[in-house]
Nanobody, 120 residues
């Protein structure tokens, strides 16, 4: 099992910045991707950004240019720096981790979520 512990989040004004971090613990062997998803009230959970163990990144179009994801492999930690925040960035942000096995099967793990509210 993998445990994901998120930190950061909170209330920020439009145009402001916020950083999130997520640390994975437990049986972290074979984690090949970590990242962040978010869910706004009344909407489905959606991708924000992911990063592979090799450093490849993937961003949702809605956050490109405003969000940077980075990772610290030895610490099994992923960071999300969000700038120029907009009210539509409001939601619960969930840390995500994926394990990839040799037979290409995968396991997904989720954090508890942390609230990000962008409001004046």
């Amino acid at each position: 099992q993998v445990q994901l512990v998120e930190s950061g989040g909170g209330l920020v004004q439009p145009g402001g910045s916020l950083g999130l971090s997520c640390a994975a613990s437990g049986n972290t062997f074979r984690i090949d991707t970590m990242g962040w998803y978010r869910q706004a009230p009344g909407k489905q959970r959606e991708l924000v950004a992911t990063i592979s163990s090799g450093g490849s990144t993937n961003y949702a179009d809605s956050v490109k240019g405003r969000v940077t994801i980075s990772g610290d492999n030895p610490k099994n930690t992923v960071y999300l720096q969000m700038n120029s925040l907009k009210p539509e960035d409001t939601g619960v942000y969930y840390c995500y981790a994926r394990k990839m096995y040799r037979d290409a099967t995968t396991e997904q793990y989720w954090g508890q979520g942390t609230q990000v509210t962008v409001s004046s």
